[in-house]
């Protein structure tokens, strides 16, 4: 008997950190995930001879986010946005979740994965934008134990899906 997992995208918007993206990627990679959207100014590996981005910026974006992908880049589909396509994912099917410290949040253990989910992840700092939030279908929250406030983003990615695609 096989186990069915969602069909889950991941959407990075506005992510500074190649070494953030490398690790989302190689996460999303060993997770199966379908594909990553790069959103707003994070950066991402070389398209392939249309790159719009000045050669060398995009082959050294590509080798900084290689240092923590290691490989994965070349492996997990993925496609860039100036903002997340929230609408045309809901539009396909998908469910838009943010990953969200928020009032509103649901406890990530607590929350059942429909079978296409759109995952959307914010700035290492802010977070996801008040805007984005509020156009989520659900916000969803790591709960926290200790005394900081939040998760480093490629971490709370990778917890973040394992739940979502390993027990759910």
Known sequence: MSVRHPSIIV??????????VGAIFRTAEGLGVERIICSGYTPYPALSANDPR???????????????????E?????????????????????????L?????AVPLPHYQAPPKLALLLGEEVAGIA??????????LEIPMAGRKESFNVS??????????LCHN
């Open 155 to 164: 971490v709370a990615a990778g917890m973040a899906l394992y739940q979502l």
């Open 130 to 139: 008040p805007g984005l939030q509020t156009a989520c279908d659900v916000l």
């Open 100 to 104: 969200e410290q928020n009032p509103r």
């Open 74 to 98: 070349e492996l997990v589909p993925f496609a860039t946005s100036t903002e997340p396509p929230l609408a045309a994912l809901r539009q396909d099917g998908y469910v838009i979740a943010g």
């Open 11 to 20: 959407i990075a918007h506005n992510i500074r950190s190649t070494h953030n």
């Open 54 to 72: 000045l050669p060398h910026l995009a082959e050294k974006l590509t080798r900084q986010i290689h240092k923590t992908a290691l490989g994965a």
